[in-house]
């Protein structure tokens, strides 16, 4: 990795920018086992990423044989956000706020790439974190057909990286962005705390750093893919 090639950053927020998987664990645990079907606490680190409706329809599958309806599919996402919303408050990362001004104070962009539709997150993040996120910048759920693992959210995130590059008249930019006004892959770096999401950034062509916020060993962040791991956000800050 070269920091002076770099022109964009890209964050996931859960377990990156707020401490919130503890919370989804019992959202998600909660949740399902309303409707029948079951889900541990591993199992939600390990799905973390994927869409509601990804999750959902591979819980149903196993328990069902059969893809949840649009109906099972929003009835349970909606308990799930429910539940998370009497957790205790989530709190931002230790140290996100950090890696953010550092990334700012180098002129980088800085972009969410996130498989969630919590809606109270991401409404927060202004609030969180002031000056770093504007819609244009955000890739969320509702922005995706295709969730993490898959490349879509990373690709998406790279042409709203490659847009901004142009509204900003970075010099020399046509050669930053390839043929579809994306940016290249090797001018970003994915900041991931998940399995699937790792996987997402490395099919997108993107060098990505693990931070491993969670429960789960180091190794299967490796397996998955990443490029560095190091235990936490503020470990970041001190090498940017
Ligand atoms: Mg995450």
């Known amino acids: ?14 377990g990156v920018l707020y401490d919130s998987m503890k919370n989804h664990a019992t959202a998600w ?26 999750t959902i329809n ?5 328990a069902w044989g059969r893809n949840a309806t649009e109906e099972e599919i929003e009835a ?9 919303n009497t957790c205790p408050k989530t709190e931002e ?3 996100a706020a950090e890696v953010l001004d550092k990334v700012k104070s180098r002129g980088l962009a800085r972009l969410i ?6 809606k109270t997150l991401l409404e927060r993040l202004n609030k969180s974190y002031p000056g770093h996120f504007t819609p244009e910048m955000m890739v969320t759920a509702f922005d995706v057909t295709q969730g993490k693992p898959w490349p879509e959210p990373y690709l998406k995130g790279l042409k709203k990286a490659g847009e901004n590059i142009v509204r900003q ?6 050669d930053l962005l390839d043929e579809t006004g994306s940016l290249l892959p090797e001018h970003a770096i994915v900041v991931e705390n998940a399995p699937l999401g790792i996987q997402a950034a490395k099919a997108a062509g993107i060098f990505c750093i693990a931070v491993n916020t969670g429960p789960l060993p180091d190794k299967v962040l490796e397996e998955a893919g990443a490029d560095m791991v190091l235990p936490s956000m503020k470990a970041l800050a001190g090498i940017l």
């Open 169 to 174: 008249g970075v010099a020399g930019y046509p």
């Open 93 to 95: 990362m230790e140290g």
């Open 58 to 62: 591979e819980l149903a599958q196993r």
């Open 1 to 14: 990795m070269k920091l002076d090639q770099i022109k964009a950053f890209l964050f996931d927020m859960d």
């Open 113 to 118: 790439v996130t498989g969630s539709g919590q």
């Open 29 to 54: 645990t909660a949740a399902v086992s309303a409707f029948g079907l079951s889900m541990t606490r591993e199992e939600v680190y390990m799905n973390e990423g994927r869409t509601g409706a990804g």
């Open 76 to 84: 349970i996402y909606k308990k799930k956000s429910d539940v998370f």
